[in-house]
């Protein structure tokens, strides 16, 4: 079955870029989402189609993603970003995501 | 203002069953796909099934296929999830989220506050 995976953890110092990393056989040809989820909280999703922002995202937010792997940056990097991440997409009318990078703002 | 509601979840013994509902409102419900997506404590996210809004595309996560069944009532703006045969690894928090494809395979721009559902072993 097809597998996402993620880094468990990512530090990052505040104002600094965090980047979170996704990997997935030919991840780069299926639409890449990324998710924020804090704690006690639903998610939320950040990133979709690759690198498109819902409306009241944040600009500090953005995707790319290429071959294997897509990427969801965090530029200037605030503390109330700490959270957990997940990518997802799909292959063979599957969903999946990646079992999630705990972001710790130091 | 988009809302999405879950209930139905609770204590159930294995093997027994449950129907969570998860009620719309704030958007025309029968343009979208919805789906269930569901997180066991302390765990990451785990897809379960989607519908289309017109019911033409149904998905299920190999996890639950067979034992569990996605409907959605248009009329009252009502998405369910049948589930039998519950096992001590069903037990998480269900989501329901809405997704704006027409194919049920795209993302999901609104998720509900969850119901949770566990399953003694």
């Known amino acids: 079955s097809y597998e996402l995976t993620q880094p468990p953890s990512v530090s990052v110092s505040p104002g600094q870029t965090a980047n979170i990393t996704c990997s997935g056989d030919e991840l780069g040809t299926k639409y890449g989402c990324w998710y924020q989820q804090k704690p006690g909280q639903s998610p939320v999703l950040l990133i979709y189609?690759?690198?498109r922002r819902p409306s009241g995202i944040p600009e500090r937010f953005s995707g790319s993603n290429s071959g294997n792997t897509a990427t969801l940056t965090i530029s200037g990097t605030q503390a109330l970003d700490e959270a957990d991440y997940y990518c997802?997409?799909?292959?063979?009318?599957?969903?999946?995501f990646g079992g999630g990078t705990k972001l710790t703002v130091l | 203002e988009v809302q999405l509601v879950e209930s139905g979840g609770g204590l159930v013994k294995p093997g027994g069953s449950l129907r969570l509902s998860c009620a719309a409102s704030?958007?025309?419900?029968?343009?979208?796909?919805m789906a269930w997506v569901r997180q066991a404590p302390g765990k990451g996210l785990e897809w379960v099934s989607s519908i289309s809004g017109s019911r033409s595309f149904i998905y299920f996560a190999d996890s639950v296929k067979g034992r569990f069944t996605i409907s959605r009532d248009n009329a009252k703006n009502s998405l369910y999830l049948d589930m039998n045969n519950l096992r001590p690894d069903d037990t998480a928090v269900y989501f329901c989220a809405r997704d704006p494809s027409s194919t049920a395979m795209g993302h999901f721009d609104s998720w509900g506050l969850g119901t949770l559902v566990t399953v003694p072993s």
């Open positions: 997802h997409a799909w292959d063979s009318s599957r969903g999946v």
């Open positions: 189609q690759h690198n």
């Open positions: 704030g958007f025309t419900f029968s343009f979208y796909s």
